[in-house]
C-alpha cells in the first residue's frame, strides 16, 4: 500500500514567517494529496488539497505545491498567525482502496 | 445536517472490560474508518468500510472489531481493553472510498484504560 514520509516532526516559526511542510509518497498512480489541519482537542479538518492533474493550489495564505517526478507535495503557509498553531497531517490517496493512511504529523508552533 | 457523531466522548474502563464505541454519519458516505491517536504517532488506521457489510483491516486491527450493517453506523467494538488500548478515537467518513475526497472527522472519543 501507499507510504507516506512527513517532515519535519516539528517547526517552530515567529509570527509572520513562512511555513514549509513536505510530504513523500510511494506510490505514482496517487492523484490526490490533501493536508489537514487539527487544533489543540478538535478534530482534523481539511484545510486545502491538490489533485494530480495541478501543480499548484492556493487558498488565501495557504498553498499546495505538487511534485510528481520527484513524489512529494508541500504544505506553504505564508505570513504565518498564532491561530496557525495546530499538527498538519498528509495524505496521498487513490491507489489503496479503503486503506487511507496519514503522514506521522507536524507540530507547528507560531510564536507571537 | 450532523456530520459524523461519535458517543461516548469520554470514557474509562478498567482491564478486560468490553465496550462499543458509537459512530454514525448522515451524509450518505459509503466509505467509514476508525483511526487512533496517541501522542507523537499521529492518525493510525484500525478498521475501515468501503459500503454496508464489508469491511476490512487497517494497519492496527488487534483488539478491535467492527461491523457495517447500514450506510450510516460504523461501531467499533473493544472486546477485552488492555492499558494500550488507552488513547483518542476517531471515526472518520468519505464519499470515496479510494481515498480521492475528504475524510470527514467525528468530534473523537477519549478512552482510559486502567
Known amino acids: 500500500g501507499e507510504n507516506v514520509e512527513q517532515h519535519p516532526s516539528t517547526l517552530s516559526v515567529q509570527e509572520g514567517d513562512s511555513a514549509v511542510i513536505k510530504c513523500t509518497y510511494s506510490d505514482s498512480a496517487s492523484n490526490y494529496f490533501p493536508w489537514y489541519k487539527q487544533e489543540l482537542g478538535k478534530r482534523p479538518q481539511l484545510i486545502i488539497d491538490i489533485r494530480s492533474n495541478v501543480g499548484e493550489k492556493k487558498d488565501q495564505r495557504i498553498a499546495v505545491t505538487l511534485n510528481k517526478t520527484a513524489k512529494h507535495f508541500s504544505l506553504h503557509i505564508t505570513e504565518t498567525q498564532p491561530e496557525d498553531s495546530a499538527v498538519y497531517f498528509c495524505n496521498a490517496g487513490g491507489t489503496s482502496y479503503g486503506k487511507l493512511t496519514f503522514g506521522q504529523g507536524t507540530i507547528l508552533t507560531v510564536h507571537p | 445536517n450532523a456530520g459524523v457523531t461519535q458517543t461516548p466522548k469520554f470514557q474509562v474502563l478498567k482491564t478486560g472490560q468490553s465496550m462499543t464505541l458509537q459512530c454514525a454519519q448522515d451524509m450518505n458516505h459509503e466509505y467509514m474508518s476508525w483511526y487512533r491517536q496517541d501522542p507523537g504517532m499521529g492518525l493510525r488506521l484500525i478498521h475501515y468500510?468501503?459500503?454496508?457489510?464489508?469491511?476490512d483491516q487497517g494497519e492496527v486491527p488487534n483488539g478491535y472489531n467492527v461491523s457495517r450493517s447500514t450506510t450510516e453506523d460504523f461501531p467499533l467494538r473493544l472486546l477485552s481493553a488492555a492499558p494500550s488500548q488507552t488513547s483518542v478515537y476517531f471515526c472518520?467518513?468519505?464519499?470515496?472510498?479510494?481515498?480521492?475526497?475528504?475524510?470527514?472527522f467525528g468530534e473523537g472519543s477519549r478512552l482510559t484504560v486502567l
Open positions: 472518520a467518513s468519505s464519499y470515496s472510498g479510494a481515498g480521492t475526497g475528504e475524510l470527514f
Open positions: 468500510s468501503v459500503g454496508a457489510g464489508i469491511t
